[in-house]
């Protein structure tokens, strides 16, 4: 009868919940916000005030929420990630746009994202995000193990996409998809009318994966609270202390990897002070930062890129659209490492070096496949977690601060776009160094904001 007494409140906050959808149609971030909030003031409430049996009891019934929103994430991915790195690639129009343009843009993209998988782990290690944290039975699912590194390598080749798939072999089928896609470039390059097909069903079903998508990331304020109910009534006050640092390193990260890495290359490659690039930059990263949506931000970007960075349109016209969607340094790189060092801690489970590796390379990989993906973030994360063997409920419990990190993720990846519009360009000749040198920043900044 207790338990009943403690579930009928948790219920009537999912149906609260709905109503601030239905009837005051307050925005997701808001609601999963909110959800947060009551989600831990209810988990607080049974930690302190129920009898531990009956708490133990309705945490069951509270956690089947949660796990249910996990599980259905999960069910996103293997029809999302192959669906998307394809429909990517085949946004490039031919093989020697690949070649010349393409190498150079996609490199960089790839360098970045390899480093900023990197310092997502230095960060999440040195402060220790998700230590201490009692999470209990909420985890099910063992962590994979990998003992043998050059084994582990040799998997990756996509010998059975299938078993792949029905595996949740993340790497094989991301291998398969981009070696797919590259022979879809080259036939569009040959046979233009042979491929249209192919083209036509690829973005038809990626917009139908795209609205499951939506559908599911719909629930995110259900799985929230079911999760930080189930979390804070085990582990109280000490939760709350947990997911400040988490968002702290999340923060810390990004700007490092604007500050240092994006300012290095810059400086290096293009000669340019990266101050002066981030005075000329900071349009797109104003608008970046308040929007929290890359693709949103997309024509501010463009513009940045051409009026201000002085590059020539046609490649901002090409770095621009395809970093937006197949750029994610922060969502792809930093956000799915740190949340592995949170889900590793928080569930007392040991990382290898190779679980190191396998995490940076999953993140860059899995990042190709960003395209005009709803929460982009959550979808590489569990992409990474599942690759690992890691608890993917580990997402539900950070998912409730994801609009406090979201600008700043944003705001690198778009930062990240900026900058190897400008490296490229640069490496092609077509980067007007005197026209940037030369150019007042300060008095154009409010009417281009």
């Known amino acids: 009868m207790q338990v009943v007494l403690w579930m009928v409140p948790f219920v009537l906050l999912i149906v609260a919940l709905a109503l601030l959808k239905s009837k005051w149609h307050v925005s997701f971030s808001i609601r999963v916000a909110i959800s ?12 302190f005030f129920a009898d531990k049996a009956v708490s133990q009891e309705a945490r069951r019934w509270i956690a089947l929420v949660g796990n249910g929103y996990v599980d259905l994430l999960r069910m996103l991915v293997i029809p999302l990630v192959p669906t998307s790195i394809i429909a990517g690639l085949l946004r490039l129009s031919s093989t020697d746009e690949l070649k010349r343009m393409g190498t150079r843009t996609i490199g960089i993209f790839l360098f970045t994202a390899t480093v900023a998988g990197i310092l997502g782990l230095l960060v999440g290690n040195l402060f220790q995000v998700g230590s201490g944290i009692v999470v209990t039975e909420l985890a099910t699912r063992e962590p994979n193990t990998v003992t043998n590194l050059f084994s582990q390598f040799r998997a990756f080749i996509p010998s059975n996409p299938v078993k792949a798939a029905a595996e949740m072999q993340m790497i094989p089928l991301v291998v398969f998809s981009v070696f797919l896609g590259i022979a879809a470039i080259g036939v569009k390059t040959k046979k233009p009318d042979a491929v249209k097909p192919f083209e036509q069903l690829l973005e038809s079903f990626l917009q139908i994966v795209m609205q499951l998508t939506k559908i599911v990331l719909r629930l995110t304020p259900y799985g929230v609270l079911g999760l930080t109910t189930y979390w804070l009534s085990n582990a109280g006050l000490s939760a709350v202390v947990h997911l400040g640092i988490f968002v702290l390193a999340v923060i810390i990260a990004c700007l490092i990897q604007m500050g ?38 997309l024509t501010m970007t463009i513009s940045t890129m051409t009026d201000r960075l002085k590059v020539n349109s046609r490649v901002a016209n090409f770095v621009g659209p395809l970093g937006a969607v197949m750029n994610m340094d922060a969502c792809g ?11 590793a801690n928080a569930f007392g489970i040991e990382l290898m070096f190779s679980h190191y590796v396998l995490i940076v390379v999953v993140s860059v990989l899995a990042s190709l496949g960003s395209a005009a993906v709803p929460m982009g973030a959550t979808a590489f994360t569990v992409i990474t977690l599942t690759t690992v063997g ?47 040198l030369e150019q007042d920043l300060g008095n154009d900044m409010a009417t281009e904001r």
């Open 36 to 47: 947060l909030v009551l989600g831990a003031l209810f988990g607080l409430a049974m930690f």
């Open 333 to 343: 790189g930093i956000f799915p490492a740190l949340v592995s060092i949170f889900a």
């Open 260 to 297: 240092l890495v994006y300012g290095s290359l810059v400086s290096v490659f293009a000669k340019v002070n990266p101050i002066r690039f981030y005075r000329a930059a900071s349009p797109a990263l104003l608008l970046a930062f308040s929007s929290r949506s890359s693709l949103g931000t």
């Open 390 to 436: 890691l608890p993917v409920e580990a997402i539900g419990l950070v998912a409730g601060v994801d609009f406090l990190v979201d600008m700043f993720r944003t705001m690198t990846n778009v930062a990240g776009d900026l900058t190897t519009s400008v490296v490229v360009a640069n490496s092609l000749g077509e980067f007007d160094r005197e026209a940037f």
